[in-house]
């Protein structure tokens, strides 16, 4: 039996078992009253032999007072097996019909089958179900069997038997399908208590997520494949709001998105549709520190925003989730950092150039050795503190411009070595130089230059033992390669990784006695950055370093 049919029935067993304990017993008999009286209904001769014989009477009078029974007694003040009385004496009411009327209603022995359902049906012990299922309607038979001739007796004799046979055997059929379905209803069951414990377990686990969600200080979306969000967390929620048009339909539209004012870190220009966070994650993008604001300025919130996929056991897109974490708190506390480094770098850069010009005055008159030598080092000092100034002066300012023009690229390395040549001979480093003449590209020369002079003034600097420093440059597939090439004390991948970052200097160098800010390189790297290009490093500690600069030919610059 298929489960669901075995649910249906087990259904309808409690709906039986629900009833009122009259209504049960009275439902019970029924069939046997009702079939008793269509058989009496149909052979109106076996009414009349009925009432003409004792047997007859006495047939009628008990079914009559079983009905009764039936529907007077109060059955639910006894126990559940009182009411099998019922069907007891319903077989000893058949018994008698028979003997009244077995000519003309021949079938009326296998009413007993009827009572005998009842007893099966019924919460009595197997041993006696199946012993009142056989004796019953063979005991039944017993005055039908004596009321015929001695003629007749082998053939009555077969019919009450075999009558005590089926009975029984509908009896054994019943306990079986009773064994049956009760175990199938305890599997039933026990899936039953299996499923309502997870249930209980997974609703325990959404409102601990779900906690979670409401309590992290981090706004989170999930998008289905479709673009439908799966869940908005209440932090991100109340982001939203707060960049939200005065008539937005809600995070339900699925263009609410775009109906949010997100703008750039400029903080006016919009984010165009396709770059924003969630429809960036819908077309598959996973992404980390995408800065996005949210709202107008100057009440803007900055938010970092990240993003990974969702992937079905298949490694099916099935959707996305994006992070939302609020910047804005670091980012204006960086942007106040580089406001008072570029003032106060401003402030230092016009008395430096006084003093370095004034010195540049004194150093032109005749002065005894001793005084000159301290001049000169004053001089050095002031033009080693003009030159961090103007470091510091950049790396303040974000963005740097550039202004391209055609430029040959062997002279301006020409140029950056010839200034490099007195620190390399007091270094006992050798330069050398591998660039076709003329190089053309597209590039600012000045910031170019500068970038140049980083890259080999840092060769020079950290090839302490000497050395040889080149630097080579060649056009290639549209794009301009520029390198620099030491053989000094390297670094360890470690500090490669990081050498870009500003302020960042080597340990190996920190505790040393070479002197830098750790701002030249970061310098560099935004240069070659403005002109569209990229700076990498590729070095082994004791080996060298080289730095490869790449340069498009045609020197656009990237869109800062
Ligand atoms: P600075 O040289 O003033 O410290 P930079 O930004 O130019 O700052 O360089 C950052 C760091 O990178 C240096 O402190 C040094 O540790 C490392 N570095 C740069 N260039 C080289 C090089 N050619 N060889 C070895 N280490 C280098």
């Not at 980012?331 to 950092?337: C, E, I, P, R, S």
């Amino acid at each position: 039996m298929s489960e669901r049919r075995l649910v249906r029935s087990v259904g309808v067993d409690r709906h039986f078992g629900a009833l009122h304990p009259r209504a049960r017993v009275l439902a019970s008999q029924l069939p046997l009253t009702v079939l008793l009286a269509a058989g009496v209904a149909a052979a109106p001769a076996a009414w009349n032999l009925h009432l003409a014989s004792a047997w007859g009477q006495a047939a009628l009078a008990l079914h009559a007072a079983l009905f009764l029974a039936c529907l007077l007694v109060p059955w639910q003040r006894f126990g559940p097996l009182a009411s099998l009385v019922i069907p007891v004496l319903d077989l000893a009411a058949i018994g008698l019909s028979r003997v009244a009327a077995a000519e003309e209603l021949p079938g009326l022995g296998v009413l007993s089958v009827l009572p005998v359902v009842w007893i099966s049906a019924s919460r009595l012990a197997p041993a006696a179900i199946v012993s009142l299922s056989f004796f019953g309607p063979l005991l039944a038979g017993v005055p039908w069997f004596f009321a015929g001739g001695v003629d007749d007796s082998p053939g009555r004799i077969a019919t009450v038997s075999l009558l005590a046979l089926m009975t029984l055997a509908v009896s054994l059929a019943m306990q079986f399908a009773r064994a049956q379905l009760r175990r199938q209803q305890r599997r039933v069951e026990s899936k039953e208590a299996e499923l309502q414990a997870l249930l209980a377990e997974s609703r325990e686990r959404e409102r601990l997520l779900n906690t979670i969600l409401d309590t992290v200080d981090v706004g989170i979306v999930a998008i289905g494949a479709d673009g439908r969000r799966l869940l908005t967390n209440s932090w991100q929620a109340r982001l939203e709001a707060s960049a939200a048009p005065p008539s937005g339909a809600g995070p339900a539209d699925p263009e609410w998105e775009e109906q949010l004012l997100l703008t750039g870190r400029d903080q006016s220009t919009p984010i165009p549709p396709g770059r924003r966070p969630l429809r960036r994650a819908l077309a598959g993008e996973s992404f980390a520190d995408h800065l996005v604001c949210f709202g107008e300025a100057p009440g803007s919130r900055v938010v970092s925003t990240g993003a990974g996929p969702l992937k079905n056991d298949d490694g099916e897109f099935r959707g996305a989730v994006v992070v939302y974490n609020e910047v804005t708190g670091l980012v204006n506390a960086l942007a106040a950092k580089e406001d008072v480094v570029a003032t106060v770098s401003h402030e230092f850069r016009t008395p430096l150039t006084s003093i370095i010009g004034n010195l540049d005055l004194v150093l032109g008159e005749d002065l005894p050795l001793p005084v000159l030598r301290r001049i000169e080092v004053a001089q050095r000092n002031a033009e080693r503190l003009l030159a961090l100034v103007s470091d510091l002066l950049m790396s303040a300012n974000s963005a740097v411009q550039v202004h391209p023009r055609k430029t040959d690229l062997a002279g301006l390395v020409e140029a950056s070595l010839g200034s490099a040549q007195a620190h390399a001979q007091a270094s006992r480093v050798s330069l050398g130089m591998d660039v076709p003449a003329p190089l053309w590209a597209n590039v600012d020369p000045l910031r170019i230059g500068q970038a140049l002079d980083n890259l080999v003034s840092n060769a020079i600097k950290y090839s302490p033992d000497g050395g040889a420093v080149t630097v080579s440059a060649r056009t290639e597939g549209g794009r301009v390669l520029l390198q620099v090439a030491d053989s000094g004390i390297g670094m360890t991948a470690a500090d490669a990784a990081r050498v870009f970052t500003r302020f960042f200097r080597s340990p190996a160098v920190r505790d040393g006695s070479i002197p830098g800010a750790g701002l030249g390189l970061s310098i560099t790297k935004a240069i070659v950055e403005g002109h569209g290009g990229s700076i990498t490093c590729s070095t082994f500690p004791g080996r060298g370093s080289t730095f490869t600069v790449e340069l498009p030919a045609d020197g656009h610059p990237a869109a800062f």
